[in-house]
Structure formats: structure tokens, C-alpha cells
């Protein structure tokens, strides 16, 4: 089974930028990898996902013209990019892979996840 290191989370300042890779190991992406954050009490919730093959790409709302997902098939690294980082953007990101079915932007359609990164802005 595919196992997923993030990297690249730390503590910013808001109105500041982050990226965040996503590295697999044992195995190659395929169909969807997604990113998903979750902050202290809260559930998991979706942040962006994209088509392994197609690069086709979804995002929640939230992170709409903030975030962007992108891949690279020779490093087989999914990365996050994060501008205009806000207080709200504060939680554990982590990122999924191992596809099966059902919405991309659901946690339960993944197989595979990494450990998380922390991700802290301050206001």
C-alpha cells in the first residue's frame, strides 16, 4: 500500500503563503489525491482534490481562489499551495490517496492517508 509524508507545514502569519507537498512511497498516485484539514474539535473537512490522470481539480469553498492543488508525476508529489493564509486555515492538513469511490471530497472515498502537518496562522 501506497504511504503518504506531508511536508512543508509551519507557522505564519496571516495574509502569508505556505505550500505543502504530499510525497508517495510504495507505490504511484492514481485516480484522486486529496487534502484534507482538521482543527482542534472540529471534523475533517475537505480542502481541494485533483485527477491523477486528468489533473482535474476540485476545492471546497473556503479555499476558492486562496489555495490551488497541483501534481508531479516524475516526483510522484501532490503539492497545496496556500496564499492568503487566514486564522480559519489553522488545523492539521493532511493529504489521501488509495481512491475506491464515491466524492472526491469525501474522506471515506480514500484508502490511504499521511500523518499530517501542522499548519498555524496568527492573526
Known amino acids: 500500500q501506497v504511504q503518504l509524508v506531508e511536508s512543508g507545514g509551519g507557522l505564519v502569519q496571516a495574509g502569508g503563503s505556505l505550500r505543502l507537498s504530499c510525497a508517495a512511497s510504495g507505490g504511484t498516485f492514481s485516480s484522486y489525491v486529496g487534502w484534507f484539514r482538521q482543527a482542534p474539535g472540529k471534523e475533517r473537512d475537505f480542502v481541494a482534490a485533483i485527477g491523477w490522470i486528468g489533473g482535474i481539480t476540485y476545492y471546497a469553498d473556503s479555499v476558492k481562489g486562496r489555495f490551488s492543488i497541483s501534481r508531479s508525476s516524475a516526483k510522484n508529489t501532490v503539492y497545496l499551495q496556500m496564499n492568503s493564509l487566514k486564522a480559519e486555515d489553522t488545523a492539521v492538513y493532511s493529504c489521501?490517496?488509495?481512491?475506491?469511490?464515491?466524492?472526491?471530497?469525501?474522506?471515506?472515498?480514500?484508502?490511504?492517508w499521511g500523518q499530517g502537518t501542522q499548519v498555524t496562522v496568527s492573526s
Open positions: 489521501a490517496a488509495g481512491f475506491r469511490s464515491g466524492p472526491a471530497s469525501s474522506p471515506a472515498s480514500y484508502g490511504a
